[in-house]
């Protein structure tokens, strides 16, 4: 079993900077493709940004690209999602997500394909 731990969210103002981490445990995470997500009220849990085990693959919704990027860590076990240029409709809970199918070649951006999830970390952007 694989525990995730998200860390980092808060309030920000329109046009700030957060840095989410995510802590894994339980075992290692350096095959795992690892992945952000996140819900905001009324509204689906959607994909976010993906990164694959070699940290060479990276995928990012239309929504963050380019504001948002997404690096790991596997010495430490850490999943990090930098976020610049915050907007109020990134207000949301956001999930860090593990891929344990270590075969696949793409960035996983769909929530069945990640097996353990985070309880997530709340991020608040005011206008």
């Known amino acids: 079993q694989v525990q995730l731990v998200e860390s980092g969210g808060g309030l920000v103002q329109a046009g700030g900077s957060l840095r989410l981490s995510c802590a894994a445990s339980g075992r290692t995470v350096s095959q795992y493709a690892m992945g952000w997500f996140r819900q905001a009220p009324e509204k689906e849990r959607e994909f976010v940004a993906g990164?694959?085990?070699?940290?060479?693959?990276?995928y990012y919704a239309d929504s963050v690209k380019g504001r948002f990027t997404i690096s790991r860590d596997n010495a430490k076990n850490m999943v990090y999602l930098q976020m610049n240029s915050l907007k109020p409709e990134d207000t949301a809970v956001y999930y860090c997500a593990a891929d344990d199918d270590s075969s696949r070649w793409y960035v996983p951006s769909r929530k069945y394909e990640y097996d353990y999830w985070g309880r997530g970390t709340q991020v608040t952007v005011s206008s």
């Open positions: 990164i694959r085990w070699s940290g060479g693959n990276t």
